[in-house]
């Protein structure tokens, strides 16, 4: 695939998910979250977002559901850890435009990295944060990536279904 992983997204979503960045096999097959180790499909059909569980490459009929995808940092990588705190300050101004234009209800960063950087708070806790982004409320949720073993799988699950009964 040439240039960057596309959005999944349309004007007036219920949310937007934020994931960190592509990891190389999301940018290699042009579908969010197609690493095999990735639960956020699992997870968000889990936690009630959609009736059946989504394969990576329909990740589109996410739109199905009012909820989209997007990345806080466009450069893929094998993780997460290799990149760098400029990288996300460097985005923030074309994420928070985004967001602007396409007014979710919420945006929902999949991780405290992304939103620790873009926000400038080194505090961050998880679930609903105290301040808009792009006018869009915010929501902090625990990475889905298989990497992230300090959630479980029913962790997820519960931290994501807070995020949906939230929104209605």
Known sequence: MDGPLPDVIAKDLRVIFCGINPGLRAATTGHHFAGRSNRFWRVIHLAGFTPDQILPENDRSLLEYRCGLTTAVERPTA???????HEFTANSARLEQKIEQY??????????????????????HWGPQPTAFGGASVWVLPNPSGRNRAFSLDDLVLAYRQLRMALG
């Open 79 to 85: 993780g997460a850890d290799e990149l760098s705190k």
């Open 103 to 124: 007014a979710p209800q919420y945006v929902a960063f999949l991780g405290k990295a992304a939103y620790s950087a873009l926000s400038h708070q080194r505090e961050v």
